[in-house]
């Protein structure tokens, strides 16, 4: 009887061992809101602004860590405002959309579904469009030559609630985004976001 109880509780502890070297792997949706902000120098001041993101995430996993690449379509808007008394008051709202892919690497603390996750990583930004509106007397101050494509660096946090995620994360910008009238620009972002395990 002894030896069958030693023998039950090695299969037990044998396949948490095994289960938690072989990888998992998780697909779903997510979608949520950012606060974006230019970042800036002298002339240009920037204030946060709303957009949007969705699209999908992977997970795969071993031994406690996992890699999460993600892709999704983002609505980033900002708005400059002159520093330059010449041209108080005066403002170019910018309006990025582009498509990100984070590739992020992260940790899990928790069991049975709920858990804490810890992730970072960098995000690779194509830009699809961007639109500007300014008035006709700054038009040739503020009109933006842009790059279409930005680096950035996602440090964030989540909580999982069975197939349900919250994820609220910061990205700072790497790389400048302006080629002309825009030099020094970067563009920061916090996000908060809902994402869904499908499997």
């Known amino acids: 009887m002894k030896k069958i109880v030693l023998f039950s509780l090695f299969i037990c502890f044998s396949a948490v061992a095994f289960g938690q070297i072989l990888p998992s792997f998780q697909f779903g949706v997510k979608g949520g809101a950012n606060l974006s902000k230019l970042s800036t120098h002298n002339t240009f001041s920037s204030d946060n602004s709303a957009g949007y993101y969705a699209g999908v995430w992977a997970r795969i996993g071993a031994a406690g860590i996992h890699f999460q690449p993600e892709l999704y ?66 038009s040739n101050i503020f009109s933006g030559d842009f790059k279409k494509q930005a680096v950035a660096w996602q440090f964030g946090a989540g909580l999982d609630l069975g197939k349900l995620g919250v994820d609220l994360r910061y990205e700072p910008g790497i790389t400048k985004l302006g080629k002309q009238n825009y030099d020094g620009q970067r563009l920061n972002l916090f996000t908060l976001g809902l994402a869904l395990k499908l499997f």
């Open 73 to 138: 379509l983002s609505g980033k808007n900002t708005t400059m405002v002159s520093n330059d008394p010449a041209f108080a008051g005066q403002e170019n709202k910018v309006k990025f959309t582009s498509l990100d892919v984070p590739l992020l690497i992260g940790t899990k603390i928790g069991a049975a579904g709920i858990g804490v996750r810890l992730n970072t990583g960098p995000v690779v930004s194509f830009i699809l469009d961007d639109k500007q509106s300014f008035g006709a007397a700054t």
